[in-house]
């Protein structure tokens, strides 16, 4: 464990940041803002779908798409904690000549987006920002184009009187984080493990995302994000004619460092379905009115200590405004629970860690405990029960965190009562974590995710 330890500071960060998302994730649910409210797309739905341009992949030729899956799309994934981030971090290689660029990991959005030359207000990144003029594979789409209805557009709205116009675009995430600039078409380069354990390239081309010019938040040192939500901009909509409807990945140990990596799947894997400890639980669609970006899940109850807690059921319901409910989010670092199940849970552990002197001067997160000079720390198992009668287990580093190597604090927090229950980054380490929205469940199974 002690190797794992964190820095204050790092945790304190993401906590606040998190915190910020979860509120304005929340707010954005209630207010049906985010470009991919359902009662915004269904008066689009049809009319764009018939004028969408599928994803073309230039290697594949049309016949493969018949026969079920056509392979599989394998991206690097890393750890930004060295870069003082906590999301994970995807390679990807954009435009023609492809040119790399670093793009944080969330399943949380959509759009996909990096920072574009000219940039007027950007934040720093590791590299050079995008340069549409040095890609010859660069289009811009217009504002007459119907694909320019997936995207929100800055307030107030610019009028579209010319065929060439660009469509622009606005996208804020719940950490107060946004971009704003051109929606356009890339051809996205993503490195595949070809069967031979060989490393090759693949390109996929007219990949919708954003040109952002104008990018605000704590990205730290990302060029941008790539969107794996289940609304049509994301990545993992976007490559489903290539490669099905399932994507999976497996988020290496935070602290394990930029030499360390693993792996985004899109198609199916068989290793990962023929894994002895792989369950499922189902994917429920939000209400009718909630955002249509979330993946959320129906939990029952939590257990604690091997004792299933008395958690009233309403707790886990959307509301009829939509808001509640529980979602798996990897763009969110630790895992926060709607009161009152956060303070029942709270309140388990602490009857249940016997032993160890309480902490009380950390802000943010409780219970913290001195484990100074303790070989082996015993605390209580947790585990996650849901609807369908799905149980996930967690190992101890996945649900407390080490500060420094005296300190252990459960890293699960609250927030206000109705809000979004969130299953974070944290929480999901050292699981091959399945997104099956053809069959509408959730796979995971424990796994090193470095060997992956």
Not at 48 to 68: C, I
Not at 88 to 95: K, L
Not at 433 to 450: E, N
Request: hydrophobic share 35%.
């Amino acid at each position: 464990m002690e190797g794992n330890a964190e820095p204050k500071e790092s945790v304190l960060e993401s906590t606040t940041r998190d915190l910020t998302r979860i509120q304005t994730l929340h707010t954005r649910v209630i207010e049906k803002k985010n470009q991919n409210a359902i009662s915004r797309l269904n008066n689009n739905r049809k009319q764009s779908q018939q004028n969408l341009k599928p994803v073309v992949e230039k290697a594949a030729a049309p016949e493969s798409y018949t026969s079920g899956v056509p392979g599989q799309l394998v991206a690097t994934l890393e750890s930004g904690v060295s870069l003082g981030s906590g999301e994970y971090f995807i390679d990807v290689f954009v435009g023609t000549p492809p040119k790399h660029f670093s793009l944080i990991l969330d399943t949380g959005s959509d759009l996909n987006w990096i920072q574009c030359v000219p940039c007027y207000d950007c934040f720093e990144q590791n590299g050079p920002y995008y340069d549409p003029k040095e890609s010859s594979s660069f289009r811009n789409i217009s504002c007459q184009d119907r694909r320019c209805h997936l995207v929100s557009s800055p307030d107030p709205p610019q009028p579209c009187k010319a065929e060439n116009q660009t469509c622009p675009y606005y996208y804020w995430y719940g950490d107060s984080s946004n971009t704003t600039g051109d929606f356009a078409l890339e051809t996205f380069t993503v490195n595949l493990t070809s069967p031979s354990g060989k490393s090759e390239f693949r390109k996929v081309e007219s990949v919708m995302f954003g040109c952002g010019h104008w990018n605000r938040g704590l990205f730290h040192g990302a060029a941008g994000l790539l969107g794996l939500g289940r609304g049509p901009l994301s990545f993992a909509s976007q490559l489903q004619s290539l490669y099905g409807h399932s994507f999976s990945y497996c988020l290496v140990d935070r602290n394990s460092g930029a030499n360390v990596s693993s792996k985004l799947i899109f198609g199916e894997d068989k290793d990962l379905l023929s894994h002895p400890n792989l369950n499922f639980t189902s994917l429920v669609a939000g209400k009718e009115n909630s955002v249509d970006t979330f993946y959320y899940v129906q939990i029952k109850s939590i257990i604690v200590g091997g004792e299933v807690l008395n958690i009233p059921e309403e707790t886990w319901q959307l509301s009829a405004d939509g808001a509640g409910g529980t979602i798996i989010d990897s763009g969110t670092t630790l895992s926060y629970f709607a009161d009152p199940t956060y303070q029942i849970i709270k309140d388990a552990f602490v009857k249940k860690t016997k032993g160890y002197p309480v902490l009380k001067d950390f802000p943010v997160l409780d219970p913290c405990y001195n484990v100074s000079g303790v070989e082996n720390v015993e605390l209580p198992d947790f585990g996650i029960q849901f609807v369908d009668g799905a149980i996930w287990n967690f190992p101890v580093e996945n649900y407390f965190i080490w500060l420094g190597e005296d300190v252990a604090c459960l890293a699960i927090l609250g927030t206000p009562r109705s809000a979004l229950s969130i299953i974070g980054n944290y929480q999901q380490q050292n699981f091959h974590i399945l997104y099956d929205t053809k069959k509408s469940r959730l796979g995971y199974a424990p796994m090193k995710c470095d060997d992956v």
